[in-house]
């Protein structure tokens, strides 16, 4: 495009503008930047996108028609995730095909490679949109870049190179197998699954809370002098019971939003088995900009399931709501799959709860979601077919993207439109609910759970490799047994 046909703005104004503008076809701006190379004025372009199903994207390129230099970045525009996302590709020797898979990497995002002791850092390939293939390229070509001059001042060092980076270009041309991870603290990273919306047997995602230093690194850090006054004025009210009529504030903490759905539904749920008469609040620190806040916890009994812990915390320095339903009691010595036929009205509002640990199944649809997948939550069956549509849709991205054969459009299409028709009951169909850790629930539309013969139970051992996966395999209680039978013989 002719540096001409564009009008050039000022810095502020593009930023206001980019601000404001909430559409998808914002127009492209342009404004006049340093080169970083020559020192000369250059260009850059600025255009605020959607990926489709994915996140909006703020894409910019610079250009300098004095010495050539030319570089693009993808920055996302939209908010930080509330969790980060870690991605484990499987690539197999031999497998061409995987390499042309599309990656989104963003600016808090690392990228690494077990096998060969490798790691990407934030810093470099930042907010990048490639391939596999062209990010292990990319990696390649800057690790050689220096070479020449590496060989004359440190040879050892400049041989140990050239050895890692025949390595890693065997890697890149699928000579041997390797693991690709893409880890960001953010969750605004992606790899394609081409299999979408069936699971891709090559990879898995996780979710996973932010820790401290992962949260200062995003930019989130605590002021101390204001801690310290929100920690005397929270600290009078440490671990303070309130008594009030039921379902009062209970109901408020349940407005919470436990989970990700932020919705009313989700108190009247609870509520309708019993309300608490007392709320528990204690100071704790805020998960987004790490200041003191103010949490309620309550516990209440669901019947047929188990007692259950009602978190709900409060930011008043960010705005910033988060709520969790906590399972109580010790953790079960088996998993549970719970199995539902769905066959009427009736069956969509059936209350369910489902924990993060819990995978969601439709076999009509060929459709698993791993644990995590969806979070916790607690909803209804039509809640939960709902989430999944709309989680399916943010989470794989370049649905309906350019790069995309119109073969996998339609199926993307006809896939929704299935998913869509499972709420018009047009023909019975099941849901399953697996949970390692029993914490998830379907609740029973009879008054004696055992005369509902459209929901079946099923307890299982739990293999070693979930046990480790939970941090369970690890767990010593020897010493706590030890300490509790001589209390007991005493």
Not at 33 to 51: A, Q
Not at 98 to 106: L, N, P, T
Not at 406 to 413: C, F, G, H, I, V
Not at 431 to 441: G, K
């Amino acid at each position: 495009m002719d540096n001409g046909d564009d009008q050039q703005m000022d810095v502020r104004s593009v930023v206001e503008a980019v601000s404001a503008d909430h559409s998808f076809g914002a127009p492209l701006y342009v404004v006049e930047s340093l080169c970083m190379r020559c020192g000369e004025n250059g260009t850059t372009r600025l255009l605020l996108t959607l990926i489709p199903n994915f996140k909006k994207v703020l894409l910019t390129a610079f250009e300098c028609p004095h010495c050539g230099e030319r570089n693009n970045e993808v920055q996302f525009a939209g908010e930080i995730q509330p969790r980060g996302c870690c991605y484990h590709l499987e690539v197999l020797a031999g497998d061409v095909k995987i390499f042309d898979r599309q990656v989104v990497k963003s600016e808090s995002a690392t990228i690494k490679i077990p096998e060969l002791d490798f790691e990407i850092p934030t810093e470099a390939q930042r907010g990048s949109l490639s391939t596999v293939e062209g990010v292990l390229s990319r990696a390649a070509d800057e690790l050689s870049a220096l070479q020449e001059e590496r060989k004359k001042v440190d040879p050892k060092t400049a041989e140990a190179i050239d050895q890692f980076l025949s390595k890693l270009r065997a890697c890149a041309k699928a000579e041997t197998s390797f693991t690709f991870i893409l880890d960001d603290p953010a969750g605004n990273s992606f790899i394609e699954n081409p299999h979408a919306p069936s699971p891709d047997p090559s990879l898995t995602i996780k979710f996973y809370e932010r820790t401290p230093e992962q949260q200062a690194t995003l930019g989130y850090s605590a002021d101390p002098s204001q801690a310290g006054q929100s920690e005397g004025s929270l600290g009078a009210r440490s671990a303070e019971t309130i008594s009030v009529p039921h379902g009062t504030i209970g109901a408020t903490a349940g407005h919470r939003a436990i989970a990700q759905s932020n919705s009313t539904d989700i108190s009247d749920n609870l509520f309708r088995y019993t309300a608490p008469e007392e709320v528990m609040t204690f100071p704790s620190t805020c998960g987004a900009c790490m200041k003191l806040c103010e949490t309620r916890m309550f516990v209440t009994k669901i019947p047929y399931f188990q007692e259950v812990i009602v978190m709900a915390s409060t930011c008043e320095e960010c705005g910033y709501r988060n709520s969790e339903l906590k399972p109580g009691g010790a953790i079960p010595k088996k998993g549970k799959k719970i199995t539902l036929s769905v066959r009427n009205i009736a069956d969509l509002s059936r209350d369910v709860i489902k924990s993060d640990t819990a995978g969601v199944t439709i076999p009509e649809l060929d459709l698993e979601l791993a644990g995590g997948t969806l979070g916790g939550m607690v909803t209804t069956v039509e809640g939960l077919v709902t989430q999944i549509r709309e989680s399916l849709a943010r989470v794989h991205g370049f649905t309906f993207g350019d790069s995309m054969s119109e073969n996998k459009k339609n199926k993307w299409r006809e896939f929704g439109s299935r998913l869509t028709k499972l709420l018009s009951l047009e023909q019975p169909w099941t849901l399953i609910l697996d949970d390692e850790l029993s914490n998830s629930f379907i609740a029973p539309i009879t008054d004696d759970i055992k005369d509902d013969h459209q929901l079946t139970f099923e307890e299982y051992e739990r293999s070693w490799e979930q046990n480790e996966e939970l941090g369970l395999n690890d767990i010593d209680t020897s010493s706590a047994d030890a300490a509790y039978e001589s209390t007991e013989t005493n």
